[in-house]
């Protein structure tokens, strides 16, 4: 079946560690977003990418980094310096750079001890 | 800056009723529009979306109503059940190609339903 997986669906982390967060699609969409939801909050855009190689900061980028180098990829990296890191970290992708609905994976949820 | 919001945080209905959820956008260059729903602990789910060449949309229980002039969407649902207890979310789209929100979509806080029965 087409979709989004996301992986760990959980993460425990120690302050000061980087983790990396994986979103893989096989709907062939060429555009691919990340997202953080905090308790009783909506979504913010952390990055998105349009095209392979390429991609662009959201509202919410620092202490965040990514990569795509394969289109079915969209890895995001929590690093070290971004202080507050414990939410639900979503990944979507869809077909059009700039239209159409987004699929959402299930989302990881991260835990910082 | 840019920002979707919504004018209720919540709202409650009994079962059978219609329902109509607000959001406010700040973007008048945005083109596009979703409305999505959030069950605890999911991924959001599509509703209904909604181009800014149009003003109202028709889905099955679901009507959407765009209102440019003062920036304005809802989501009305027809005959309100439990299931569609969750949270709301509007979305809008960033514009045209070469503006800096090309692509880009951005969420408003959301709206808690509650159906009783």
């Known amino acids: 079946d087409g979709g989004i997986t996301q992986s760990p669906k959980y993460l425990f982390r120690k302050e000061g560690q980087n983790v990396t967060l994986s979103c893989e699609q096989n709907l062939n969409h060429d555009a691919m977003y990340w997202y953080r939801q905090d308790p009783g909050q909506g979504l913010r855009l952390i990055y998105y990418s349009q095209i392979v190689n390429d991609f662009q900061k959201g509202d919410i980028a620092e202490g965040y980094s990514v990569s795509r180098e394969k289109k079915e990829s969209f890895p995001l990296t929590v690093t070290s310096a971004q202080k507050n890191p414990t939410a639900f970290y979503l990944c979507?992708?869809?077909?059009?750079?700039?239209?159409?609905?987004?699929?959402f994976g299930e989302g990881s949820r991260l835990t910082v001890l | 800056g840019e920002s979707v919001g919504l004018h209720l945080p919540t709202l409650s209905v009994q079962e059978g009723d219609n329902s109509i959820i607000n959001c406010a956008y700040s973007n008048s260059a945005s083109d596009y529009f979703i409305w999505y729903k959030q069950e605890s602990g999911k991924g959001p789910q599509f509703i209904i979306d909604i181009r800014s060449n149009m003003d109202k949309r028709q889905g099955q229980r679901v009507t959407v109503l765009l209102n440019k002039t003062v920036k304005h969407l809802s989501l009305q649902i027809a005959a309100t059940q439990p299931g569609d207890s969750a949270v709301y979310f509007c979305?809008?789209?960033?514009?045209?190609?070469?503006?800096?929100?090309?692509?880009?979509?951005?969420f408003g806080q959301g709206t808690i339903l509650t159906v009783h029965p």
């Open positions: 979305a809008e789209n960033g514009g045209n190609a070469g503006g800096t929100s090309y692509g880009k979509l951005t």
């Open positions: 979507a992708s869809r077909t059009g750079w700039n239209t159409g609905e987004l699929f």
